[in-house]
């Protein structure tokens, strides 16, 4: 394991990749020690993800933002896991900070803790507004569950509104807030459900004269949606403020701040799903503050811990005491090992500054990005904000048909390169580490353009 021998502004010179020697693929990747451990993995482990499944590649290990197979082939990681390794894999000071809570003491319920003690304290102090209220979990989805059941406890109302192409997690309530059908098959909508659409600046349902998207038109829509579809018992609006499965969807930049005075103005609350947003995936703690909003409810998790399991519900501080009426401990949350993970983690991006080379990143990939569109016809559409970032491929410009043969295609040649990334049928969707160097970013989207390059000519769109 390695050894906390980082110091303090030191993890953007060990982010960095040496890119004489990586990517380096000797082996034609899946290679056949890939194939053999996948095969006798795969015959008990089941339900594998389409990434998975798409390039059934066995990793052994990772360092920064370089992963390594098993048959000695070294990506580049456009990934970060599932969008989890903010920081890079096994950073020194987080690993250091796991295992010395590992040998001291690994759960205590929910009984006070000096770590968990320190966590507290440092989230009061760099989340926005007065989220002033915390609760700890182990996942994503639990975290989502806990924050409905506060948005009822805080109002005494039951109904949600969420988004469409939305994805909060697999558990029933999660689920509800969900696009389902392409996600869970099997589930189903909990009772007081809603879904509105969601102003999407590529693919606008309502526009201006200028052709431009008009989002007091949808936030007319939900005023009527409101009157007209739910009982009158809206506890919560359940956004992510960026969507990532659906894409890497930026909304409007007056969207947010138009909602949050639409839910003022009618007592509902505000639920800022930042799963996958938060923790310097955007260039900020969470990507709300982008637009200068703060939410009633926010969910954090992922690059939380780095890699570690833990996930947070904060609350404002009107909302605070509902944490009390939701039974809210669980067996693992803030767990010892689940803290020092969480408070490493942002301790290494407060004490290194890395919230603004995480924008840096996200303006070096959009300018590249756009370069890359000029080039190829089959892109529709390129964003970033931070390190979260994609590219649309459609087949036609004008009618933005989706382009999923084109997506999965670029996917599978992209990653034989070796770049480790996420694919999303017609949209790729890029995560890399935000301790990643700009050299490193710019080799691994002209690997992209490259496999881009190579489908749309195998496909007859060059
Ligand atoms: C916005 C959002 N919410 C919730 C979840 C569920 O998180 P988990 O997979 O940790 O349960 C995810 C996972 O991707 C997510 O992106």
Same mark, same amino acid.
Not at 433 to 437: K, Q, S
């Given at each position: 394991m390695s050894t906390n021998t980082l110091k303090v502004g030191s993890t953007l010179e060990w982010g960095k990749v040496d890119l004489k020697r990586v990517p380096?693929? +000797?082996?034609?990747? $899946?290679?056949p020690k890939s194939k053999a451990l996948h095969a006798r993995c795969t015959k008990h482990f089941k339900g594998l993800s389409g990434q998975v499944k798409l390039f059934p590649v066995a990793f052994e290990s990772g360092q920064g933002c370089v992963l390594k197979d098993v048959d000695g082939n070294e990506y580049i990681d456009f990934s970060s896991g599932i969008y989890v390794t903010t920081l890079g894999h096994c950073h020194p000071k987080i690993s250091e900070a796991i295992a010395r809570e590992a040998s001291k003491l690994?759960? =205590?319920? %929910?009984f006070t803790t000096e770590i968990k003690t320190r966590l507290m304290e440092k989230l009061a102090t760099v989340? +926005?507004? %007065?989220?002033k209220g915390y609760q700890l979990y182990d996942s994503g989805t639990t975290a989502v569950e806990a924050g409905i059941r506060v948005l009822r406890a805080a109002t005494g109302k039951h109904e949600t509104v969420s988004c469409f192409y939305d994805y909060h997690g697999k558990t029933y309530g999660a689920v509800s807030l969900g696009h389902i059908r392409s996600q869970v098959y099997g589930a189903v909508r909990g009772p007081g459900s809603h879904m509105v659409p969601r102003p999407d600046?590529?693919? $606008?349902m309502w526009t201006k004269p200028d052709g431009t998207i008009d989002t007091d038109q949808y936030l007319k829509f939900y005023d009527q949606y409101l009157d007209k =579809?739910?009982?009158? !018992?809206?506890?919560g609006f359940v956004l992510e403020p960026i969507q990532g499965w659906g894409g890497s969807v930026m909304p409007p930049d007056d969207f947010f701040p138009k909602l949050r005075k639409f839910c003022d103005d009618r007592k509902i609350l505000l639920m800022a799903?930042?799963?996958?947003? !938060?923790?310097? /995936?955007?260039?900020?703690?969470? &990507?709300?503050e982008h637009w200068g909003v703060v939410p009633d409810v926010v969910t954090i998790g992922k690059g939380f811990g780095n890699g570690f399991p833990v996930t947070c519900v904060a609350v404002r501080e009107p909302y605070m005491e509902s944490f009390e009426s939701i !039974? &809210? !401990?669980?067996?693992?949350?803030?767990?010892p090992m689940a803290c020092a993970a969480a408070l490493a983690s942002t301790e290494v991006i407060e004490e290194e500054g890395l919230l603004p080379h995480a924008v840096k990143l996200g303006e070096i990939a959009m300018k590249r990005m756009l370069k890359m569109k000029e080039n190829h016809k089959i892109i529709g559409d390129v964003r970033a904000k931070g390190c979260l970032m994609g590219i649309e491929l459609v087949?036609? /410009?004008?009618?933005?048909? $989706?382009?999923d043969k084109a997506g999965t295609l670029v996917y599978q040649k992209a990653f034989r390169k070796g770049l480790a990334w996420i694919p999303a049928g017609h949209i790729l969707r890029m995560s890399p $580490?935000?301790?990643? %160097?700009e050299a490193t970013l710019l080799k691994g989207l002209d690997m992209i353009e490259d496999a881009i390059a190579e489908t749309s000519k195998e496909l007859g769109y060059a």
């Open positions: 380096h693929m +000797p082996v034609a990747a $899946p290679g690994m759960n =205590a319920h %929910d989340l +926005p507004g %007065d989220l600046v590529y693919r $606008p =579809a739910t009982v009158g !018992s809206v506890a799903d930042e799963v996958l947003t !938060s923790w310097g /995936r955007t260039g900020k703690w969470l &990507a709300m !039974s &809210a !401990s669980s067996s693992y949350g803030g767990n087949k036609d /410009r004008t009618t933005k048909e $989706p382009f $580490p935000i301790v990643m %160097d």
